[in-house]
């Protein structure tokens, strides 16, 4: 039975998240209901990453089989006729083996988060960035966010609802950086909790008004208290980038 491998963009505005979702609108259900309106087989996808509700993806990875052996360019040409007019577009398709797994074979994950720092609403970007009026310090929140590299418990930047195992994760890297009016930052490693790099850079965002210091952030985080994380950043300003295999 064919495996393939896609790689998938994505505007999350209007949808519920990835996963299927009784009564409401995922961008998991919506791929599925393409692959069956062109091959004519039910299948399920399974995915690199479960991005929430309003959060984008630049290059998603999902994978899934097929009975029937299908040319991947044609599978791609396909689901992207299927796809439209919701905002999903399939960039790419390729066999893989069977051991193949978007979830479990992927090495990295790679998020970006953009905070477009003037005081002029967006007009062309509604939804797509987080609006922060007051001037940001980019230098001081990237100064900050060095202080929680490597293996650490992120209780305190953590879902309350989350349900990995465990709290400890690896961050390989967190960097921001101020391009032009957009204060950018992106977030490296091989998983991450639930919620975890909008706490962040919930948190990242109070350094860089001056109303926490730099030490702030790490004291937040040897707490290992929910309570010490700043106001979490919108969904709309997070993008699922890339996924390393």
């Known amino acids: 039975m064919p495996r393939y491998k896609l790689t998938i963009e994505y505007d999350g505005t209007p949808f519920s998240g990835w996963q299927c979702q009784d009564g409401q ?11 069956t309106a062109f091959s004519g087989e039910t299948v399920r996808t399974q995915t690199a990453g479960r991005t929430d509700a309003g959060v984008h993806a630049l290059g998603q990875v999902a994978h899934f089989d097929l009975e029937k052996d299908w040319d991947p360019f044609r599978v791609s040409e396909a689901l992207n006729y299927h796809l439209r ?5 399939i960039l790419s398709c390729q066999k893989v ?4 797994e978007a979830r479990f074979s992927a090495h990295a994950r790679h998020y970006e ?4 720092n003037r005081r002029g609403r967006p007009a062309l970007e509604m939804n797509r960035v ?4 007051v001037p940001l310090d980019a230098g001081a929140m990237h100064e900050a966010a060095q202080k929680v590299l490597g293996q650490h418990d992120f ?23 101020r391009e032009g009016e957009m204060v950018v930052i992106r977030a490296f490693a091989l998983s991450f909790l639930h919620h975890q790099v909008r706490s962040l850079t919930g948190s990242l965002k109070l350094v860089g008004e001056g109303k926490w210091r730099v030490e702030g952030l790490r004291d937040a985080l040897d ?5 010490r994380c700043g106001a979490m950043a919108p969904a709309a300003g997070l993008y699922l980038v890339r996924v390393d295999y």
């Open 113 to 116: 988060y953009r905070i477009l």
């Open 130 to 133: 987080w609006h922060v009026p």
């Open 97 to 100: 083996g069977e051991d193949f």
């Open 223 to 227: 707490a290992r208290d929910r309570s």
């Open 85 to 89: 007019p919701h905002p999903v577009a």
């Open 155 to 177: 209780t305190t930047f953590r879902a309350a609802e989350c349900q990995a195992k465990s709290p400890v994760r690896t961050l390989d890297r967190l960097d921001v950086s």
């Open 25 to 35: 609108p995922s961008v998991q259900e919506t791929l599925e209901t393409a692959i």
